[in-house]
């Protein structure tokens, strides 16, 4: 039984996202296909314990979805309407091999970032279709709440049912104005399972890695367009820290203690000159900026020091171009360092408080610039509140240890 429960979780994982991109490019409507393949799954728990795992759990489960949706009379909307488009796809998947589903899971991502899809739900709705994350990831991760975002991605897939919506990769101009999103949603996935390394279950973790294989392969098809770059290099800085990111015991380094001996050095040279090739197109996005942020930090790897006037430089143009919640806090921490921390504080308290009363960087840097301007009862409250905040136990204990720094224990 454990067995078949890991290979089905195993299964889950690795061809959740492009079963479901699969079966929506080909039955025209993506709550049909996750309906499907949900009872695909359900039919594997119940069947994989006494049967053994087949050979191939990607066919089985495509074999599965057409069998249940023919015979489930359970859901008769999933069976009149899909059952067409669900054989179809199944005689397909016999006939082609795997390696072709990744250009199915960009497509289901392109259809994501239609137009006639409400701007907000694009990116959650392809974390959720392709990636598959759960509504209550996906808030997270854009901060709201959970039943919002579940009620935003109802929303979208209806609009996908409804309005016809063509599942097909657009070209030219159309591309270029649909690629933000789907480097979006990518980035979102990379956060997820970056956040996620230590004390999460491994789908949750592996998301970073699909996103580095979503990223490889958007900027691979489509080479004209630099901030396709800017992501895959900011992404690989970022992958480029990972074996100094925790301790022995998984407790979390911050990027300026780290051991840059332990940082890929290969990964740095590739994202450089991912970041080179991309400002040649005299084009400066959001992803080039934040991935330049990161280039400004590696280079401590060779100077011995960190540059953080042209990190205030930089998160000044991010802000200034690309707002974000968290560009806006790690801007005021640059400013801090940068000798400035009472204006820092200025940035932080001008930020909308039911934005930020609940976000954790938010409160870290509360008590990283308080620190700095000697109010240490103020910065252990702060530190307080960010560690209650806090779920991941590498971080908490982080937390836990700077705020008996600054208590003197």
């Known amino acids: 039984m454990d067995g078949a429960r890991s290979a089905i979780e195993t299964a889950a994982r690795a061809s959740y996202g492009r079963l479901i991109a699969y079966l929506s490019v080909r039955s025209r409507d993506v709550a049909i296909a996750e309906d499907a393949l949900s009872e695909a799954f359900a039919a594997a728990l119940r069947t994989w314990p006494e049967t053994g795992v087949p050979e191939t759990p990607e066919a089985w489960l495509l074999t599965a979805a057409r069998r249940v949706v023919g015979h489930d009379t359970r859901h008769q909307r ?8 669900i054989e179809l796809a199944y005689e397909e998947a016999m006939t082609r091999t795997s390696p072709e589903f990744p250009d199915d899971r960009l497509r289901l991502m392109f259809v994501c970032s239609h137009p006639e899809i409400d701007a907000g739900a694009r990116a959650p709705l392809m974390l959720q279709t392709v ?9 997270a991760a854009f901060l709201t709440s959970p039943s919002a975002m579940s009620q935003r991605l109802v929303r979208a897939k209806t609009r996908i049912r409804e309005s016809g919506i063509a599942f097909e990769t657009p070209a030219g101009n159309v591309l270029t104005e649909r690629i933000a999103d789907v480097l979006s949603a990518i980035y979102a996935a990379y956060g997820v399972g970056w956040d996620a390394i230590s004390g999460a279950d491994s789908g949750v973790r592996g998301l970073a890695s699909e996103a580095m294989f979503l990223a490889r392969l958007t900027a691979h098809l489509m080479p004209e367009q630099p901030e396709a770059k800017g992501l895959l290099a900011l992404l690989l800085y970022c992958e480029a820290r990972t074996a100094a990111r925790r301790d022995a015991s998984g407790v979390l380094i911050p990027l300026t203690a780290q051991d840059y001996r332990l940082w890929s050095r290969d990964m740095i040279i590739e994202a450089e000159g991912l970041l080179t090739a991309a400002s040649r197109f005299g084009v400066f996005g959001r992803f080039q900026t934040e991935a330049a942020i990161q280039s400004v930090h590696v280079q401590r ?18 802000c200034s171009e690309h707002p974000s919640l968290g560009a806006m806090v790690s801007r005021a921490v640059v400013h801090a360092d940068d000798g400035r921390p009472q204006e820092a504080l200025v940035m932080l308290d001008e930020l909308p408080p039911q934005a930020v009363r609940t976000y954790q960087p938010w409160w870290c840097a509360r008590a990283h610039i308080l620190e700095h301007l000697g109010r240490a009862d103020e910065a252990r409250a702060s530190l307080v509140s960010a560690i209650g905040l806090t779920e991941e136990p590498g971080q908490r204990i982080f937390l836990s240890r700077k705020l008996d720094a600054i208590s003197g224990v």
């Open 78 to 85: 999933v069976r009149h309407a899909a059952l067409p488009a």
């Open 131 to 139: 990636l598959g994350l759960d509504a209550a990831r996906i808030a």
């Open 301 to 318: 790897a060779v100077t011995g020091i960190t540059q953080v006037r042209a990190l205030v430089h930089l998160y000044d143009f991010l």
